[in-house]
Nanobody, 122 residues
Framework: QVQLSESGGGAVQAGGSLTLSCAAS????????RGWFRQPPGREREFVAS????????SYADSVKGRFTISRDNAKNTVYLQMNSLKPEDTAVYYC???????????????WGQGTQVTVSS
């Protein structure tokens, strides 16, 4: 069974940094886009960032632009989300996902991880 395994979540103070990782159990999706979504308490799941297989083109939500960086390691079949200058409003469950073509809507992302909690305190 192909699985996405997320790690790196935790609790940090505002202004701190955290790096999330998402490793695939197989290389089945090596040509697919990778992305990160998050679901804050009491809110709907929202787009955070994505990276394409072709040219490693990145896209970011306006709320995280300049603070978060998405990257990938093809050899390890792993995608990362480096989060800097964290704010309390970044608190959410973060999910990694895979899609044939990346987009800002959750629709079209065909494989999802189980999520990892990120908590940012004031």
């Amino acid at each position: 069974q192909v699985q996405l395994s997320e790690s790196g979540g935790g609790a940090v103070q505002a202004g701190g940094s955290l790096t999330l990782s998402c490793a695939a159990s197989e290389r089945t999706f090596s040509r697919y886009a990778r992305g990160w979504f998050r679901q804050p308490p009491g809110r709907e799941r929202e787009f955070v960032a994505s990276i394409s297989w072709i040219g490693a083109t990145t896209s970011y939500a306006d709320s995280v632009k300049g603070r978060f960086t998405i990257s990938r390691d093809n050899a390890k079949n792993t995608v990362y989300l480096q989060m800097n200058s964290l704010k309390p409003e970044d608190t959410a469950v973060y999910y990694c996902a895979v899609a044939p073509i990346g987009g800002r809507s959750a629709a079209g992302w065909i494989y999802w991880g189980q999520g990892t909690q990120v908590t940012v305190s004031s």
